[in-house]
């Protein structure tokens, strides 16, 4: 089973909903991440978690908003989907350590018509 | 001027070749560094750790210059399936006096090998 996990991994939908992308992690990290990817752009950081309690922007958090509701638990909404929020999002973990690395979810592809 | 910066290619180079990428960061407090690999439309996934001394895992070298503030790879013998977008990562300290430490991605290397 994969270690870090997203749902939906494909969505689709119309300008103004209400989205909310799901990521659940088996690694016992505390650490968790929401990014979004761009063709050309690469990684950008929208919220991250250091533990239960502790939620930060990223640099790009307008329009998003997140969750931790468990250790293993990290939702990202998007209230009101606009269409250059098609994306691909990325879930990932990690521990706490200076020398830990990311490790990252399969990905949701998000498009917003 | 970008944290993490590296030449996004694309590097179209023949099977058998060697390549070499290099990555450049700002921040001299950064801790660590890593190299990941992301195949199109998949997630990134860690190629290797990135140590002081240099390390090699099989076909594949890094090294760190701290001096000049760089990291590389180098790729011997490519193969086909080395084609991908490579990443460096590079985790820094967000403060001098703070153990709260950030990662970050550079926006990646396109390689794309030919038979």
């Known amino acids: 089973d994969a270690d870090v996990t997203q749902t939906p991994r494909n969505r689709i939908t119309k300008t103004g909903k209400r989205i909310m992308l799901e990521c659940s992690q088996t690694?016992?990290?505390?650490?968790m991440y929401w990014y979004r990817q761009d063709p050309g752009l690469g990684l950008r950081l929208i919220y991250y978690?250091?533990?239960?309690?502790?939620?930060n922007k990223g640099e790009i958090s307008d329009g998003y908003s997140v969750s931790r509701q468990a250790q293993a638990k990290f939702s990202l909404s998007l209230e009101s989907a606009i269409p250059n929020q098609t994306a691909l999002y990325f879930c990932?973990?990690?521990?706490?350590?200076?020398?830990?690395?990311?490790?990252f979810g399969p990905g949701t592809r998000l498009t917003v018509l | 001027r970008k944290e993490v910066e590296q030449d996004p290619g694309p590097f179209n180079v023949p099977e058998g070749a060697t390549v070499a990428f290099n990555c450049t960061y700002s921040?001299?407090?950064?801790?660590?560094f890593f190299w990941y690999r992301q195949d199109c439309r998949k997630e990134p996934k860690l190629l290797m750790s990135?140590?002081?001394s240099g390390n090699e895992d099989g076909r594949f070298t890094a090294q760190l210059n701290r001096a000049s503030q760089y990291i590389s790879l180098l790729i011997r013998d490519s193969k086909l399936s080395d084609s991908a977008t490579y990443l460096c990562?590079?985790?820094?300290?967000?403060?001098?006096?703070?153990?709260?430490?950030?990662?970050?991605f550079g926006s990646g290397t396109r390689l794309s090998i030919r038979p």
């Open positions: 990135v140590y002081s």
């Open positions: 990932a973990t990690s521990g706490s350590g200076t020398t830990d690395t990311q490790y």
């Open positions: 978690s250091f533990d239960v309690k502790d939620i």
């Open positions: 990562v590079v985790n820094m300290l967000s403060f001098p006096d703070s153990s709260a430490s950030k990662i970050i």
């Open positions: 921040n001299s407090a950064s801790q660590s």
């Open positions: 690694k016992g990290h505390d650490r």
